[in-house]
Each structure stands twice: as C-alpha cells, then as structure tokens.
T-cell receptor, first 113, second 114 residues
Framework: AQSVTQLGSHVSVSEGALVLLRCNYSSSVPPYLFWYVQYPNQGLQLLLKYTSAATLVKGINGFEAEFKKSETSFHLTKPSAHMSDAAEYFCAVTADSNYQLIWGAGTKLIIKP | EADIYQTPRYLVIGTGKKITLECSQTMGHDKMYWYQQDPGMELHLIHYSYGVNSTEKGDLSSESTVSRIRTEHFPLTLESARPSHTSQYLC?????????????FGPGTRLTVL
C-alpha cells in the first residue's frame, strides 16, 4: 500500500535562508508525486509534480523538488525563503490506476524575519 | 475563467440541523472529491465521483452523503450535524483520465457545529 511521510510538522527558517521540506513515500508501483501549498483559510494549490519525466522538477514561486528513487524521497527546496512562503505544505502520491491521492500530514513552514 | 467554487466559506450551526455544502466546477472535469481536513492531519477522502450518477465512499467513514446529478455540481449533505462534524471540508476535481492524479481544489468550507 502507498503511504507518504512528511518529516516535521513544523519547520522554521529565517528569511533568506534555504527551505527544505522532507517527503518520503512508499509505493509498489512507479509513483506520481505532488507538492501542494495551502495558505491560511484557502484551498490547496499545486506547487509542482513529478510524472516520470525529469527527476528535478521546478514549480511555482521558486520551489523545486528532486525525485530520488533509491531514497524513496521527493524533498521540496527553495534557495531563499520569503515571508510570503509561510504556509502549510502537503506531499502526495498517486495510489493506483484510478489516480487517487495519498496525502502526507503536512508541514507548516514558518518564516522568521 | 475555469474554477472550482465552494459555498458557504464559513458555517456555524447548531446540533441536529441538516446542512448542505455546495461545490461547483467549471473546469469540465469528470472526477470530483470531498476531503475532510483537521489541523495537523493529512487530508482524508470521504467521498468521490467519477461522473454523473457515480458516487463512492472514501477511506474515512463519514455520516455525510453526496449526489452527482450534474457534471459540474457535487454537493455534500449532513442530515443531522453533530459537534464531531466540526472540520474543514475541501472539494476537488481532476481531469478526465486522471491527469496523473493532479487535483484542483476549491477554497474550502469551515464548518463549526455547536
């Protein structure tokens, strides 16, 4: 069965510092992987997705993620944090041929001035 | 503009009331989903639909019901609201054929049952 683990329910970084949000997955089939962002009182917005093309995926707002099959990871990074990046980030994996998503518990990103 | 809409955005209601949370999309998507979201937890799928007259229960047991009479409309109904139903409810849709699983979300309805 597929599963997603996000390490750290809260991550705090200083403005201008590197952002690293961790996501590990378990899947018995080649996965499709997603990162979504949720700002307060809003729905989820797609940041980026891996669909078996390039392993380094670039998304919106300067974020990128690298698919590492050997490590079963899909960590999200941004070189320089901005105050507007403060939000909750969710990693998800496609579960089956019906493309249902399995979700991580989310990581709240806090940006310190 | 293609989008997905949810109303109301916020709802405070007393125990025992019947409520319907509305979800509509103008994206032309066949698949639609309802999730329940609680703080610090993953999204839990409570209902989904692959098209008109198709509805299925998700992984999380829910006392709610859904209907899909029109492609663009996927309302969720609670016949008798209880405080345990207090949560955020998110509606989503995805492209025909799945789009590799990418889902598009509405803004959510935050429900409080007193």
């Amino acid at each position: 069965a597929q599963s997603v683990t996000q390490l750290g329910s809260h991550v705090s970084v200083s403005e201008g510092a590197l952002v690293l949000l961790r996501c590990n997955y378990s899947s018995s089939v080649p996965p499709y992987l997603f990162w979504y962002v949720q700002y307060p009182n809003q729905g989820l917005q797609l940041l980026l997705k891996y669909t078996s093309a390039a392993t380094l995926v670039k998304g919106i707002n300067g974020f990128e993620a690298e698919f590492k099959k050997s490590e079963t990871s899909f960590h999200l990074t941004k070189p320089s944090a901005h105050m507007s990046d403060a939000a909750e980030y969710f990693c998800a994996v496609t579960a089956d041929s019906n493309y249902q998503l399995i979700w991580g518990a989310g990581t709240k990103l806090i940006i310190k001035p | 503009e293609a989008d997905i809409y949810q109303t109301p955005r916020y709802l405070v209601i007393g125990t025992g009331k019947k409520i319907t949370l509305e979800c509509s999309q103008t994206m032309g998507h066949d698949k639609m989903y309802w999730y329940q979201q609680d703080p610090g937890m993953e999204l839990h799928l409570i209902h989904y639909s692959y098209g008109v007259n198709s509805t299925e229960k998700g992984d999380l047991s829910s006392e709610s019901t859904v209907s899909r009479i029109r492609t663009e409309h996927f309302p969720l109904t609670l016949e008798s609201a209880r405080p345990s139903h207090t949560s955020q409810y998110l509606c989503a849709s995805s492209e025909p054929g799945g789009g590799w699983g990418e889902q598009f979300f509405g803004p959510g309805t935050r429900l409080t049952v007193l």
